[in-house]
């Protein structure tokens, strides 16, 4: 049985419209959801002894796009034709742009298991071609938290979506190589025998001091598959998260204890993590399907 309330979050500058908060309630998970960004706020999950704890951090939980990760020098050709996209990232797109999909507003729509996001992004925005409709659903179904991701584009464009929640609590045989700007080379490299071998599990402070790495934002390829599989298996202390192609793992490296969180919390450099479940970038007139789940248990 899943339970949701709906409440104002805040107003907008300059008469730019109401944020709504959406909070979901089932008997082990507790999610709230704001329609700024379409962003996740707060995951509780009740733990032993049924004491909730929240496994993410504020300010980062939106959703991303219209192409998540980085394209280099912010261009790609086609259909013969180079396309020239805002630059946000040093001399790169990053999630979509300037104004991506977590700086807009998105309409709202309750389910009777959870809500509904949705988004027009008209042509041309941030240097994409076509317009792109897309909608977002939130729902609970017990210990799982699944996020839909669904969009239709007017002409051929790509399409990459993500959520970008920061956790803070082993699929694949390859990842794709990157430069000193955090753009794949273009390789598709095995793990096997290399620090990027995350098959088994590992203790990660001890891993990255093992092999003299500073941190992990790399895209790892996973296994293809069209059905729902197991894809990434996090533990810390009780709780775990159960995790398409490709899983984006960054671990919080530029975070510096400047920036407050929920209660004053600071957030210093590799205070979380995020994984962003991703497609290889799609360019299409097709609709675009995309499902993640996110499955907490004690263990």
Not at 255 to 263: Q, R
Request: charged share 20%; with cysteine.
């Amino acid at each position: 049985m899943v339970s949701m309330t709906r409440a104002v979050f805040g107003e907008l500058p300059l008469g730019g419209g109401t944020v709504e908060k959406f909070q979901l309630q089932s008997d082990l998970l507790k999610v709230d959801i704001i329609s700024w960004g379409c962003s996740i706020t707060a995951v509780e999950v009740k733990g032993r002894q049924e004491k909730a704890s929240d496994v993410v951090l504020a300010c980062f939980g939106a959703v991303v796009g219209r192409v998540a990760n980085r394209i280099a020098k912010g261009t790609f050709t086609l259909g013969g034709k180079e396309y020239h996209l805002a630059i946000n990232n040093g001399p790169n797109s990053l999630h979509g742009g300037l104004k991506r999909f977590d700086k807009v507003l998105w309409t709202p729509q309750v389910l009777s298991n959870g809500v509904q996001f949705s988004h027009i992004s008209p042509d041309g925005e941030e240097g994409y071609p076509g317009e792109l409709k897309v909608w977002v659903t939130y729902t609970l179904d017990g210990g799982e938290l699944v996020v839909n991701y669904r969009a239709q584009a007017s002409q051929t464009t790509p399409v990459n979506l993500t959520n970008h929640s920061y956790f803070n609590l082993a699929e694949a045989d390859a990842f794709l190589p990157v430069d000193e700007a955090l753009i794949p080379t273009g390789d598709v490299a095995p793990v096997q025998g290399t620090a990027f071998d995350l098959r088994k599990p590992v203790e990660l402070g001890k891993y990255l001091q093992e092999f003299c790495m500073d941190d992990f934002d790399h895209n790892f390829c996973l296994n293809e598959s069209k059905e729902k599989h197991f894809c990434v298996r996090v533990y810390h202390g009780t709780r775990s998260i159960h995790w398409c192609p490709g899983v984006q793992f960054y671990m919080g490296n530029f975070l510096n204890c400047t920036l407050k969180g929920k209660s004053g919390a600071i957030y210093p450099k590799h205070s979380s993590f995020y994984l962003e479940t991703q497609n290889w970038p799609l360019s299409s007139c097709a609709k675009y399907n995309h499902t993640t789940w996110f499955k907490f248990s004690v263990v």
